[in-house]
């Protein structure tokens, strides 16, 4: 399981806190850096300093650097499909393909995401994977009657032969692709 890291607050001057060290940047009084050399996955990304003087660039300047996750570089990403590609990567293909259909503003679709990255991990060679993003491409969306979101498609020979709808537990997809394998 996987959490996000948005905000880390530290205390400005604490013992509890050797490695930190202090620097003075403009439009306030020091700014804390600390070392997080005990977190294996996470570096510190430094953010751009402005010259600009609005008072939103000077709030943003003040924020310092963002951590963020290394892992998310290394991640399975399962490609994107789209009308020009859909007919050679999918109808044509020679294995089985998994398609997920989902769109950027769909929580549930977002729940999902990591379970078909595991799925394309487990079944490279077997199975293709692909999403499609029902905002850039509508007209396949149409074409296969997808109502809600996320849907997940299973092709074999150019032919649709299931569907699950909804973010279901990875034993429901891992239960499907056995079925055409």
Known sequence: MAA???TLTVPRASAALPSASFAPIAGSS???RVRFSEFKGLKIQPTRSS???SSSSSRLARRGSKIVCEAQDTAVVV???KDDGWQSQVLDSEAPVLVE???PWCGPCRMIHPIIDELAKEYAGKLKCYKVNTDDAPSIATRYGIRSIP???IFKSGEKKD???GA???QVLTTSIEKFL
Do not use: N, R
């Open 4 to 6: 996000v890291l948005e």
């Open 30 to 32: 020091f700014t804390i």
């Open 51 to 53: 010259s600009l003087t």
């Open 79 to 81: 490609p994107a499909v």
């Open 101 to 103: 259909f989902w769109a």
């Open 151 to 153: 849907t997940v498609m």
């Open 163 to 165: 569907a699950i709808i």
């Open 168 to 170: 279901v537990p990875k």
